[in-house]
């Protein structure tokens, strides 16, 4: 077990990434917890145990399960077993289960231990650290939650092995967005000269590419830990064109990282056409998600508009009443804008101009 980066957040509070060799060494790692522990899982990640622990709950897959019926469960398990306020929840699996352990560690009894076990590759570069955790209500994403960093979130490659392709391209998206925010050019070339190896994800490459990644994650909530000061915010490049895309095509015509790759390629052309982003930069940046499959051509037909523009207008980033938008002036350097509504139909309707 290697350390493998540590953040610090809110009110001094510390997360220490760490590395397990294997699927062996992680279990006996948390072996070391003893029996106060509760474990969750979802109905994917559970089936990596030959046997499950004794304690725990094992959710529906899927975002439908973040919600209080969910929360319910971990509560009653959590209080069944005499869990006291130095026992341990477990989160075990990708974002859905990570944010839902987290909410349940930050209410039970005020405040319990918490170990995240992300196994999908955005949990791992991105849902597990932070200390964001939130339910979804009333049809809304991540409405109700707190901000409560897990003490520890260990990371084993072994359990990537299960993942179908679309969800590893969906935590690849991130990476790459992760890419265009470094303040260095060092994850930018990684994923320009190692595509076969990430694809293929070998082991010693996507220990690279996940400490890469984590380092820049880490570089902008370290500043912003509870995302008041407008630096964690930039984090969100692409999600708001992505975002929209994703509910306005009820999340069913691409997977989340198509939606962010391809809200990423619409920041850009929008920086273009104001001037912010330098057209080769854009360019460049286009290919590198191209070159990984994802779709950045693709424009919404005009009757989708109005369905889209809804989604969007329900946007939390917004300045006297107009949505603003994560740009990009180049390499690492993102800043929040409005964009005209006519500016955002054009880019989302008109011909790709790279
Ligand atoms: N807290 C944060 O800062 C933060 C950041 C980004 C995203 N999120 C949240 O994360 C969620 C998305 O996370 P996700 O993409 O990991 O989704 P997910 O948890 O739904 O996992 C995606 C799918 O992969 C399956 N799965 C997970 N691990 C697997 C494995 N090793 N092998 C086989 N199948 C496996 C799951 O069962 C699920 O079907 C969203 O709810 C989003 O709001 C939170």
New binding site residues.
């Given amino acids: 077990m290697n350390t493998l980066r540590t953040v610090t957040l809110a009110n001094g509070k510390q997360s220490t990434i760490l590395l397990a060799d294997d699927l062996k060494d992680l279990s006996s790692h948390l072996g070391n917890y003893g029996r106060s522990v509760l474990w969750v899982f979802?109905?994917?990640?559970a089936k990596?145990f030959k046997q499950l622990p004794p304690v725990h709950v094992v959710l529906e897959?899927?975002?439908s399960s973040?919600n209080f019926v969910s929360l319910e469960r971990i509560l009653f398990a959590a209080m069944d077993e005499g869990l006291g306020r130095d026992g341990r929840i477990i989160g075990f699996?990708?974002?859905?289960?990570?944010?839902m352990a987290?909410f349940a560690a930050s209410v039970y009894m005020r405040g319990c231990h918490l170990t995240l076990v992300p196994?999908?590759l955005?949990?791992m570069v991105?849902?597990s650290v932070?200390g964001?955790?939130?339910i979804d209500f009333r049809g809304l994403?991540?409405m109700v939650g707190s901000f409560y960093p897990a003490d520890e979130i260990l990371i084993s490659f072994d359990?990537?092995r299960?993942?179908?392709e679309k969800?590893f391209l969906?935590?690849l998206a991130e990476v790459i967005k992760h890419a265009l925010l470094s303040q260095d050019e060092e994850l930018y070339k990684l994923l320009l000269t190692k595509k076969n190896e990430i694809l293929a994800r070998d082991s010693e490459t996507l220990q690279r590419l996940l400490d890469l990644s984590l380092a820049v994650k880490i570089w902008y909530i370290e500043q912003d830990p509870t995302e008041t000061l407008g630096i964690r915010q930039m984090l969100n490049l692409g999600h708001t064109f992505g975002h929209a895309l994703e509910s306005s095509s009820h999340f069913g015509l691409f997977g989340?990282g198509s939606c962010v790759a391809w809200g990423t390629g619409r920041a850009l052309e929008a920086g273009v056409s104001l001037g912010v982003t330098e057209k080769a930069y854009a360019s460049g940046a286009t290919k590198l998600f191209k070159s990984y499959g994802y779709n950045m051509d693709y424009r919404i037909g005009r009757g989708d508009w109005i369905d889209f523009r809804e989604h969007l207008s329900k946007d939390k980033k917004k300045e006297a009443g107009k949505v603003l938008f994560v740009l990009l002036e180049g390499q690492g350097k993102a800043i929040l804008k409005p964009l005209e509504i006519q500016t955002v139909q054009h880019l989302v309707i008109a011909k790709p101009i790279f």
């Avoid at 979802?42 to 990640?45: A, L, V």
């Fill in positions: 979802d109905t994917n990640t990596l897959s899927g975002e973040k699996g990708g974002g859905v289960v990570c944010d987290a196994t999908t955005l949990c991105d849902a932070g964001k955790a939130a994403k991540n359990t990537l299960t993942l179908s969800e969906n935590g989340h």
